[in-house]
């Protein structure tokens, strides 16, 4: 399967890395220092599931000079969404498939509506992952879940062929016939991680162990759990109190991405996870103070 990679910081990159270590052909969408040191040295992983070098790796910064893919896996940042999914579009065949595996909860229409709804299927991820250095992609713990479906429900033949290439290289992959609801449950445990990491500038262990934000942390739960009930999802009321069970059993160490950028003085994907809870809860009136302080507190740091 040739397999493009379009974006590949730290979930585009672990995932192509595993991929290549599988045997497909994968072309890594990369750019500045990363780019520089994936075309030097290859690619590395750092990994308690096993490190591994992808060298020589093949790393292009337009998607359009890596020819036809079979796969196209959208990893990119949030505000990058709209340019990315354009810049695809010379590379996307009859059969070519597109799923984004980014935060949020509009990425797959975003992709649908530059490439057509036809090659799009819908992905979820849970992984911890960063850019150590450039060149090294450092992976916390041992989970690193991928979930796929068709947009409009149930699975298919050709996500079925995905989801054997993603086991054969050893990620725990998984079908659903109800991707929609398995996105909203990603963006209510996301948010809620994203958010108290980046408010508090602690890992998830300290986050979840004391009473005050271990409260806070089940609120935020709960808040976005009740804005997708109020858009229909179907999420079930247990939903908050099982995610806070998950966030029991991540590495201590954990810091989710946007806590990582903020430490790191980058943009934050603030405005499309907890400023999306917000907005969304505005337009459902339904209210989301525990999301509406966290993007207060963090709105100045959002353009890093």
């Known amino acids: 399967?040739?397999?493009?990679?379009?974006?590949?910081?730290?979930?585009?990159?672990?995932?192509g890395a595993r991929l290549a270590q599988a045997g497909h052909e994968v072309v890594f969408v990369a750019r500045g220092a990363h780019a520089q040191a994936i075309r030097q040295s290859g690619l590395r992983v750092k990994s308690e599931l096993g490190d591994a070098l992808i060298h020589p790796a093949r790393v292009v910064e337009d998607p359009a000079q890596a020819g036809t893919a079979d796969l196209v896996v959208v990893a990119v940042k949030l505000w990058d969404s709209e340019a990315a999914a354009r810049s695809l579009r010379p590379?996307?065949?009859a059969q070519t498939i597109a799923v984004s595996l980014q935060n949020g909860v509009d990425k797959d229409e975003v992709l649908a509506g530059a490439l057509g709804r036809a090659h799009v299927v819908g992905g979820v991820t849970h992984i911890g992952?960063?850019?150590?250095e450039p060149g090294v992609i450092a992976h916390t713990g041992k989970l690193q879940r991928i979930t796929l479906g068709?947009?409009?429900?149930?699975?298919?033949?050709?996500?079925q062929a995905v989801i054997a290439a993603l086991k054969g290289a050893k990620i725990d992959a998984a079908l659903s016939d109800d991707i929609r609801r398995v996105t909203w449950e990603k963006f209510v445990f996301l948010t809620a991680l994203s958010g108290l990491t980046a408010?508090?500038?602690?890992?998830?262990?300290?986050?979840?162990?004391?009473?005050?934000?271990?409260?806070?942390?089940?609120?935020?739960?709960r808040e976005t759990s009740a804005v997708a009930r109020a858009e229909g999802v179907p999420l079930d009321p247990a939903v908050p109190d099982q995610q806070l069970k998950m966030m029991d059993g991540l590495a201590p160490g954990m810091l989710a991405s946007m806590a990582q950028d903020l430490l790191r003085s980058r943009r934050l994907e603030l405005e499309w996870l907890s400023g999306a809870v917000?907005?969304?809860?505005?337009?459902?009136?339904?209210p989301t103070p525990v999301h509406r302080a966290i993007y207060a507190a963090l709105v100045l740091h959002a353009n890093g």
Do not use: F, N
Request: proline residues 5%.
């Open 91 to 93: 590379i996307v065949g």
């Open 129 to 132: 992952v960063v850019i150590a």
């Open 1 to 15: 399967m040739k397999v493009v990679m379009m974006g590949s910081g730290g979930v585009g990159g672990y995932y």
């Open 278 to 286: 917000v907005r969304r809860g505005e337009e459902r009136q339904v």
């Open 199 to 221: 408010l508090t500038r602690r890992p998830v262990g300290e986050v979840r162990a004391h009473p005050a934000t271990r409260a806070l942390l089940l609120e935020a739960l």
């Open 150 to 159: 068709e947009l409009a429900g149930g699975t298919s033949p050709r996500l």
